[in-house]
């Protein structure tokens, strides 16, 4: 029998203080990205978990990728529970790696404090609280109604922060999301929980190098500081290309809303000589200097406009600046994605989402890329949405936190939503 929609939220209440457990003991598991630790620990105690409810589990090591190394192994847990009957299988992903915590912290960033009905620690939002809360909502559907049918399956992948390549978008190539044997992939991204995502902006992240001529840092005029034509690189980014960004929107519903022009960071900058662990640097013209970029665009923009406005800049320092010469490295191309909002998942999720939060919510696509490209582009499963409990303002940000309320609503709506997908001519 299907269970009432009553049984299956109290379920979820009654198990408050245990989802806010699980996601303190995923956030003391530091699964930081780079360099890739502990990857092991978090899918054996997450695995473990699960193996008490008979859920297979599988351990997806992707052997053979760039990140993936004895020191730092990539390991991806896959766990699914089939039910008595045929049905569509519901497939709940979730990515284990966090960022560095970075400066500006007023407590661990690893311990999972609970203060002011919140979690606190790096992953707590992004994505840790959206796992266990996923955990909770499968485990309440599987204890309530062990004759489902279909399937459930929940996985944890690692390398999301760093394009998803070892994670999701390895699983997608061996085929753990072809829709013959998935039919639905939920991704508990931090979008907050009164949206459902359908799509993301594009990326281009570029490797801009800049050569000089060494020369003794008293006589520059016989060298060539490559990080001064760096300088006159980003004068032109900033008077330039940054302006004419500004002045382009999308129609794509992009949040926040100054997400909806694409963007410019510089993300990091490499010149002249490390400085030594003791001691004073010894004085020369700096011969080298990258430019890390990371340009995000829409789908109104192509990603060989994206390229050329950069080249077109580079090439004419080149012609003007004496001694100029560079090299421009394509590091990542993600295009912008941009699902339906009238698909049968982010339907089922939207009532969902009406019941349990009484409000109708919004369908909007991520500032930033996420695992949904590879579920769809190389896995070729196009029945995918981001939902989750997390604030988008809270990722990545020193005393990252989640609030325990919306882990608690967002695993209901997880649930619900799932039980309508199982079923879907059976609607309770």
Not at 223 to 232: D, K, L, T, V
Not at 297 to 304: G, H, K, L, Q
Request: charged share 25%; with cysteine.
């Amino acid at each position: 029998m299907v269970p009432a929609v009553e049984s299956i939220l109290a379920d979820i209440e009654a198990r408050r203080a245990e989802m806010v457990e699980l996601c303190r003991d995923l956030v003391r598991i530091p699964t930081v990205n780079p360099p890739g630790s502990d990857y092991p620990e978090f899918a054996r105690y997450l695995g473990a978990r699960l193996r008490e409810r008979h859920f297979e589990l599988y351990f997806e090591r992707a052997r053979g990728s760039d990140a993936d190394s004895d020191s730092f192994p990539r390991i991806n847990l896959i766990a699914r529970k089939s039910g008595g009957r045929p049905g569509p299988c519901v497939h709940f992903n979730g990515h284990m790696d966090v960022v560095p915590p970075g400066a500006g912290w007023s407590v661990d960033p690893f311990a999972g404090e609970v203060r002011d009905g919140r979690i606190f620690g790096r992953g707590t939002a992004d994505m840790k609280g959206g796992i266990a809360a996923a955990v909770v909502a499968v485990e309440v559907l599987v204890d309530r109604w062990p004759d489902f049918p279909g399937a459930l399956e929940l996985s944890a992948t690692v390398d999301e922060e760093s394009g998803g390549l070892a994670g999701v978008g390895y699983l997608a190539e061996q085929g753990w999301f072809d829709p013959r044997r998935v039919q639905h992939v939920v991704i508990p991204e931090p979008l907050d929980p009164e949206r459902i995502c359908i799509g993301h902006r594009g990326v281009w992240w570029a490797e801009v190098s800049l050569s000089g001529r060494i020369g003794h840092g008293s006589m520059p005029h016989l060298g060539a500081c490559a990080i001064r034509h760096a300088a006159a690189f980003l004068q032109l980014l900033e008077e330039e290309l940054r302006p004419r960004l500004a002045q382009r929107r999308t129609a794509m519903p992009v949040v926040p809303e100054a997400a909806r022009r694409p963007s410019l960071t510089l993300h990091s900058i490499h010149g002249g000589q490390m400085p030594p662990a003791r001691g004073l640097p010894t004085p020369c013209v700096a011969d080298r200097c990258t430019v890390i970029l990371d340009r995000r665009f829409v789908v109104e923009e192509s990603p060989d406009q994206v390229r050329a406005e950069v080249l077109e800049l580079l090439e004419r320092l080149a012609r003007t600046r004496p001694g100029f010469a560079f090299e421009l490295r394509e590091l990542l191309l993600v295009e912008p994605l941009w699902g339906d909002a009238g698909g049968l998942l982010p339907r089922t999720f939207a009532r969902a989402v009406e019941e349990v939060l009484g409000i109708a919510p919004a369908f909007v696509c991520s500032p930033g890329t996420y695992d949904h490209k590879h579920v769809l582009r190389i896995g070729r499963q196009p029945s995918c949405i981001a939902y989750g409990p997390g604030r988008l303002e809270q990722a990545h940000q020193p005393d990252e936190h989640i609030a325990i309320d919306d882990m608690v609503r967002a695993s209901q709506v997880m649930a619900l939503a799932a039980l309508r997908l199982l079923t879907q001519a059976q609607t309770p």
